[in-house]
């Protein structure tokens, strides 16, 4: 498979060694330095393009890519404001779209994990909730897409909490959900769960031990997607559902 990468940092780079371990073909590699590169003429040669590139940049590129008509994965955080806009121009090119703000196997799974135990809570009041993550320092964004997607999940499912804020709630129990962001290195991505009432906690974790996990997730999704129409997610690639 030829691939285009859009985006040559550090998920780049990871995407790139994974791929050709895999036995595929880098045919571009775009970062700040290149981005003449960016147009049909050289994305022609590509089956697929994966985005890791930067919040301010992802929806430009996301938008040429459904221009010039190639299929897209992204993994690029802190954009999501405008992904519903993507995904219905990829509707209306007939295009072909995934995003993840996870690509490792594990976070999917935490992910279904977090979206059970939320069910499970929802009766039990004694119990409040908060999430915390953990990140390298060089993290642009704020909270991390990861920890923006567990705390839709429980909102959706946990009637007591209505809104996620960065901002520490002044009393336990309120109709927010905090996430605790922290920036340390080296830190590749943790997210905690935790439920807490006066008798005991309730705790998932995930922690990333390294960027292979997400690449190869990435590559995983970029075979999958080959000859595929419409907007994907990871839970279709990796056939989890609770
Ligand atoms: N979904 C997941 O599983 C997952 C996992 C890890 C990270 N991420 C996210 O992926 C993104 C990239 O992470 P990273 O660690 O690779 O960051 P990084 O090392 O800072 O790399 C960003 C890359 O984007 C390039 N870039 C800047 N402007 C661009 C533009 N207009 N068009 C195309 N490329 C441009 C940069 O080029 P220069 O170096 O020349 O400026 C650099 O090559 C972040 O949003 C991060 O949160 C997602």
New binding site residues.
Partial sequence: MNIAL?????????IEDVALRRGHTITC???????QD?NPRVLQWADVAI????????Y??LRQCMEIGVPVI??????LNKKTEIEQLCIEKQGTFL??????IG?NIFFELNKLLAQMMNKYEVYDVDIQEI?HT????KP???AITVANDIIERLERKKVWTISKPENPFTRDLFIESRREDPA??THIVTYRSEIDDVEITHT?HS?L???K??VLAAEWILGKKGVFSMKDVLEIDQ
């Fill in positions: 859009i985006g040559y940092g550090k998920m780049g780079k990871a590699k775009i970062s700040s330095s290149n981005l960016f985005e890791f590139s930067t919040p301010e940049s992802a430009n590129n992204s993994g690029t955080t802190g954009w995003y993840a703000s996870n690509f490792s976070v990140h060089a993290k642009l964004d991390s897409g990861t590749p991505g990333a960027r996990g997400f690449a997730g990435a």
